[in-house]
């Protein structure tokens, strides 16, 4: 699976989508089991916190094809490339998780309302602990490569799945509670677990949104001190940069000595272009425009 989805991918994307693959099969193993269980044994907390790792599992795929899509060289009608499709599959991945949450949501008003609960076993507390171990695996994992690999979808994703070792931890201590005589603690849990989904949720969006936007990705001192530091640049203004963490485009005017030859300009235009890629190796085109400094204002 994992050869045919990179067949024409980059290295990058490659190391993403393998990550993805990876962190899918170890989701949708902690998925079934916690869902099962939880089905069979009518304890709402445990099924609420597999469906929850079902749809760590559904964005996983989202992810591995956005991150597919967003490989893509630039075209005619995407000039600037397919990077802000992984965004998009970030957004999907928050969508998905917001349905989540009202499918728990309602499972556990359902079991509040009915004022009924599983039986807690030994076992309960045995396949908890295990998934748990998991899932901090995993999700320090996808975290470690999301950094690594600047990722957008990687990071949204870790948080997805970190946000199931918070939700396994509250279901352990829902189900010793449950275990003491406190049935209503088996719900009452399944509600947080809800808005532990709904925080992943809103986290996902808050990053996605400062991609979709074109939010500022490079301080504008930051791009003048790199243009300032080429030799014949004697100001600079309408610094802008745009993209994700991954994929920066950034412009600028650069004002020069009038008297300069066209020539001498386009060097000073390379070299400041130089400068900035240097120093941000994420940036994929600098747009440089040369003006005269005679004092004029545009």
Known sequence: MASFLSSSSTSRTNQVQTVLVIVLLFNLAVAFAKFIYGTVSGLSS????????????????????????????????????????????????????????????????????????????????????ATLGVNVFVSQYERRRAIELKSEVLAADARHTLSDVFVS??????????????????????????????????????????????HVVIPVEEIRALAMSVAGVEDTHHERSRGSENEVYCDLHV???????????????????LA??????EVKEVLVHIEPNDGHVD
């Open 276 to 281: 900035i890629k240097d120093a941000r190796p």
């Open 255 to 273: 004002l020069v000595d009038e008297a300069m030859t066209v020539g001498e300009a386009h060097r000073v235009a390379e070299a400041v272009e």
């Open 46 to 129: 445990v099924q609420a916190d597999g469906v929850h790792s079902l749809f760590d599992s559904a964005g996983n795929v989202v992810g591995i094809f956005g991150v597919l899509i967003a490989s893509r060289p630039p075209d005619e009608t995407h000039p600037y490339g397919h990077a802000k499709f992984e965004t998009y599959a970030s957004v999907v991945i928050g969508i998905m998780l917001v349905f989540a949450a009202c499918e728990v949501g309602s499972e556990a008003l359902d079991k509040l309302a009915i004022g009924s609960t599983g039986a807690v076993e030994p076992f309960s507390f045995a396949l908890m602990i």
């Open 169 to 214: 931890i509250g279901v352990l201590a829902s189900l010793g509670l449950v275990a003491l005589g406190y049935p209503i603690a088996d719900p009452i849990m399944t509600l947080l677990v809800m808005l532990a989904i709904l925080k992943a949720a809103y986290e996902v969006f808050s990053v996605a949104i400062v991609t979709l936007s074109d």
